[in-house]
């Protein structure tokens, strides 16, 4: 059965983003890019295998503008729409006109989540939808029903603010442990969301 769900790495005591908004700090981690090599130049294990399988059964992408606007600018995706990762239709949840990346699915929306989702859900059909974040924006989707499992995968940093994953507060009998293992310097969790 397709879910809907916020699959993202976070730093150990809870920041997607440092308070510059910037990614950077993901990248430091050995086992966060794929093809990578550790320092005895064997491969580096991490999450991207497995997050390669979760991307195969993903139908529908959605994501906020602060989200967006840091993938145009670290990756230079106007310039090279070519490095847009995702072949999936996208949506952008703003409140400004942003540029848009030439020859991407990308559709930009604001307003309710939940109308949002049902577009999502019948374009994906069968497939899950993939909320990358931000934080903010998940909550949203918690708040109207729409979240279905949050995939949280730990990274060995500390970042002492910035983005925080989640800004809701949930409490435990809302959240299920379906799944807890080591990546490399990574732990990946995932929790059925319950309502």
Known sequence: MAKT?????????GFI?????SLEWLFTVPGSLPSETGPDGAAAEGPMDEFGEFMNGVGAICM????YEWLLEHEGMLEHPEKWPYAQPSWVFTTRDLPSIPGADIRFVSGDAAAVH???????????RWIVGGGDLVGQFFDAGLLDEVRATLAPVFLGGGAPLLPRRILSHHLDLIEAKASGPFASLAYRVKY
């Open 5 to 13: 769900v916020y699959h993202t790495a976070t730093s150990i005591d």
């Open 17 to 21: 983003a440092d308070p510059d908004n």
């Open 118 to 128: 049902a577009e999502m859900a019948e374009v994906a059909g069968d497939q899950d």
């Open 64 to 67: 906020g503008s602060t989200t």
